[in-house]
């Protein structure tokens, strides 16, 4: 039986603590304001939820500023839904409107705050995206000559990476639909079928089980292992001696899991059953070495040592992990050089991969978060021995 669903939806102290961690955020950057644009970052900041991003034609703003409330400038066809979240003050305009898009409404709103030092944080840095036209974005600059336009991702990121206990059970329960999801398809796998097939299988079991929504799912296969990760679920039909890859990005009320399944069609040829045995063994080094205080850089040694005491020729995904939450890969990133420190409530992907043999790939992952004296694992933990189907 999949575990029983957290409450959707988040009360209004969430936001308000949001917003005062911003706010010292903001103190210690010297911003007066922080603009947001993007839907994860404006139902972070907000609680708006709506699958109307998926039209591009109006854009949507909320400021957070330095001291006071936070602001939704929006068009009015939104209105109704920000008023409804904790936002007290919001400012709409009949869109869409091209010739101005809530330009002169956002310009208004931004000249009539508390100024200390002029600098508005914007989305333009690591990750991150300003979803407004170039034009519009030059044309409120220009609306605002005392203001300096400058990137506010880094404090962004830093509030968005550490998760609040509600975030992470969100989290977890996607985490723990999708593994019981994954354990339940051997049973429903069967010689013939697709990649496409294979896919659709494991969607419908997920959403049966109360997945929200499936925004990324890949299905890859080949003899003994697969070429790459990211582009499958093609009608390739799983032959004996195949190795199926499936990658799962599922959603529960806006929060991700990230991570995937590995399953063998008849025997597992010697090399592919001695590579997962590595990866699913640097994934348990990846797993003892989650802990508070270890960096990203130090997560990615004690998997990567791991792969290449077995001999790993490489893999060209560049890192072995990443964050995870209202996105399926935020940072930081388990790479050398980003070497951000783990501090309780990150929630990361643990995600060794190895070239064994060339043009075939292992890759295995698991999503933790970050406790106070280790971690939680998030995930079922896969088996030791990939699964087989079809004898």
């Given at each position: 039986?999949?575990?029983?669903?957290?409450?959707?939806?988040?009360?209004?102290?969430?936001?308000?603590?949001?917003?005062?961690?911003?706010?010292?955020?903001?103190?210690?950057?010297?911003?007066?304001?922080?603009?947001v644009t993007s839907p994860h970052n404006v139902r972070y900041f907000s609680g708006f939820a709506s699958q109307f991003w998926e039209s591009p034609t109006r854009p949507w703003f909320v400021i957070v500023p330095r001291s006071g409330g936070a602001i939704a400038v929006v068009p009015?066809?939104?209105?109704?839904?920000?008023?409804?979240?904790?936002?007290?003050?919001?400012?709409?305009?009949?869109?869409?409107?091209?010739?101005?898009?809530?330009v002169s409404l956002l310009a208004d709103?931004?000249?009539?705050?508390?100024?200390?030092?002029?600098?508005?944080?914007?989305?333009?840095?690591?990750?991150?995206?300003?979803?407004?036209?170039?034009?519009?974005?030059?044309?409120?600059?220009?609306?605002?000559?005392?203001?300096?336009?400058?990137?506010?991702?880094?404090?962004?990121?830093?509030?968005?990476?550490?998760?609040?206990?509600?975030?992470?059970?969100?989290?977890?329960?996607?985490?723990?639909?999708?593994?019981?999801a994954f354990e339940a398809l051997p049973d429903c796998l069967e010689l013939g079928d697709s990649e496409l097939t294979a896919a659709r299988k494991l969607s419908a079991e997920l959403i049966a089980r109360?997945?929200?929504?499936?925004?990324?799912?890949?299905?890859?296969?080949?003899?003994?292992?697969?070429?790459?990760?990211?582009?499958?679920?093609?009608?390739?039909?799983?032959?004996?001696?195949?190795?199926?890859?499936?990658?799962?990005?599922?959603?529960?009320?806006?929060?991700?899991c990230d991570f995937d399944r590995n399953f063998a069609f008849g025997p597992l040829t010697e090399g592919a059953a001695k590579a997962h045995d590595a990866v699913w063994r640097a994934t348990e080094a990846g797993i003892g070495a989650a802990r508070p205080g270890v960096?990203?850089?130090?997560?990615?040694?004690?998997?990567?040592s791991v792969l290449q005491s077995e001999g790993s020729k490489g893999l060209n995904v560049g890192r072995l992990g990443h964050g995870l939450g209202l996105q399926l890969t935020?940072?930081?990133?388990?790479?050398?050089?980003?070497?951000?420190?783990?501090?309780?409530?990150?929630v990361m992907t643990i995600e060794p991969g190895m070239e064994y043999a060339p043009g075939k790939m292992i890759v295995h992952e698991e999503n933790v978060v970050i406790t106070e004296d280790g971690c939680e694992l998030l995930t079922r933990r896969a088996p030791r021995e990939m699964p087989v189907i079809g004898g």
């Open positions: 039986m999949s575990p029983p669903p957290p409450q959707r939806g988040f009360p209004n102290a969430e936001y308000e603590v949001r917003a005062e961690r911003a706010q010292r955020r903001m103190a210690e950057e010297d911003l007066d304001a922080i603009v009015e066809i939104g209105a109704p839904a920000f008023e409804a979240t904790w936002i007290d003050r919001v400012l709409s305009w009949p869109a869409p409107q091209p010739e101005d898009d809530g709103a931004l000249s009539q705050m508390e100024r200390r030092s002029g600098r508005i944080g914007w989305e333009m840095g690591r990750e991150s995206i300003i979803r407004m036209p170039i034009k519009d974005f030059d044309t409120l600059r220009a609306k605002l000559p005392g203001l300096e336009f400058v990137d506010g991702s880094p404090a962004i990121w830093s509030l968005r990476m550490v998760k609040s206990e509600r975030e992470i059970g969100h989290i977890r329960h996607i985490c723990q639909l999708a593994s019981h109360g997945a929200d929504a499936i925004p990324f799912i890949a299905a890859c296969s080949g003899p003994g292992g697969y070429d790459q990760i990211i582009v499958g679920s093609r009608e390739r039909v799983l032959d004996r001696g195949d190795v199926l890859f499936i990658d799962l990005g599922a959603l529960y009320d806006g929060y991700s960096t990203t850089t130090d997560l990615f040694n004690a998997m990567a935020e940072p930081p990133s388990n790479m050398p050089g980003d070497e951000t420190p783990l501090t309780p409530g990150m």
